[in-house]
């Protein structure tokens, strides 16, 4: 063998595998990094036994370890010289392989551990079991470190069984010893059990991952929709702003064309009449040029021949006068057209309240998250009376018609369209378009039901009774069980039976709640669908003197 080989070998720790670093060396003689002994031993600190990894010598108490400094110089000597690592050798056992038991020395890794034995073997020391007759009926396992946490401690025997009792498992003399009476089974039969508790836990989030699948294809649905109703939104409504633009862009071309025509056949007109004036201003200074010359002639025979011909020019003053109207010309005008504005801006403002306010009512599906406990359910609580005229003949209503109860004889109500005529059926009479949650105090069989007004009242079975048709939703509860019913396909539901229904109901998400209600909330069934029309609640009683009322 290569002396470099072999000095590699001499030179590294058998727990790292690599070349000393600060070695110590115990008092069996065996060196290791001081890092890695002191790693293996805190370990050990609760068997309070510290043992070597080598040659197995225990040490009590813990050893107090020092470098070993002739070895520490020797091994930076051999590095100077160029010494390195040893090579990975994959028969030897590194810090995370299963060693073999039997090696002394450096030891190699496990092949296969015995579960008689309860001790690992590498190739070598595994050959007796192969081969010596007794030895052969061993159970020879795949070696693994979490095999050793499988032996008992106290009786150094595989633990094959499990105690019910104190849920741990323990090996055949622990149930004869400690845990005698207890109520013990095989591992293998209590892994069997545990495995159907798995698999029914893993067909649970597997439903739930199902269903989250669902939820998240529903938002993304509903994220498509939204951008897709704001995008039309957004359109239409730059459509009609543009639209309305542009009547004021023609409106106001209109009003400037009509002041600019009138204004020019107003001028026209002044202009006109104040040519024809300057006309007649220039004629009468003519005149009284003329009759001024006549007034400083001093021929007394000349005046008196020249005057008739003149005395006509002076004639009589001409009494009409130019009159203008006291108007304020288009002042008006201005004023029709801030009216018009003040106008237009009051209908913007109204309008635009109204756009804004239905603009905020638009509530996306998660604006508000789905109550969780019931206090939080019961903030949605909302008073709901039943309406006698939809009430069948053979129920009585009471309590400030919150409460039905099944009778023998039929009452005495009037006729009425909206009354139920074929099943025991009564309606609330307030309309459900919100969120809204309530609770139903049952006893005997009663039917908690949802359903759209316009439900039949008389007819066939399944026009008329509450979950056989689309217009309807209903949890049946029975003394035993439930169901939920909707267009006549019945759905089991399990849960804890309670005297007491809760209903939530939001309209706008599509989402409507069953739950059993005693100390704690249980939920029963849970709808998503869409809503068209607002929902009443109701209630449908099959059995003499079986009741249901409206508690909270």
Known sequence: MDQNLLDRERFCCSICQDLLKDPVTTSCGHSYCMNCIKSHWDGE?????????????????????????????????????????????????????????VCTGRKRKADNFCLQCLASYCEEHLQPHLEAAPLKKHKLVEPSKKLQENVCSRHDEVMKMFCRTDQQSICYLCSVDEHKGHDTVSAATERTERQRELEGSRLNIQQRIQDREKDVKLLQQEVEAINGSADKAVEHSEEMFTEL????????????????????????????LQEKLEQEITELKRRDAELQKLAHTEDHNQFLQDYPSLSGLSGPADPSRIKTRPLRYFEDVTAAVSGVRDKLQDVLREGWTNISQTVTEVDVLLSEPEPKTRAEFLKYSRDITLDPNTANKQLLLSDGNRKATFMDHHQSYSSHPDRFTYKCQVLSGEGLTGRYYWEVERRGGVYVAVTYKNISRAGSFTKCLFGHNDKSWALDCKKTCYNFLHNELKTPVSGPQSSRVGVYLDHRAGILSFYSVSETMTLLHRVQTTFTQPLHAGLRIYSSGSSAEFVN
Do not use: W
């Not at 633009?245 to 204004?263: A, F, G």
């Open 45 to 101: 600190d609760e068997k309070r036994d510290y043992s070597c990894l080598q040659c197995r010598q225990t040490f009590t108490p813990r050893p107090v370890l020092g470098i070993n400094t002739m070895l520490a110089d020797l091994v930076e000597e051999l590095k100077k010289t160029g010494l390195q690592a040893a090579p990975a050798d994959h028969c030897y056992a590194g810090p995370e392989d299963v060693a073999c038991d």
């Open 245 to 272: 633009i542009r009547l004021m862009e023609k409106r106001r071309s209109d009003v400037k064309q009509q002041v600019r025509s009138q204004q020019e056949t107003e001028v026209s007109r002044v202009k006109e």
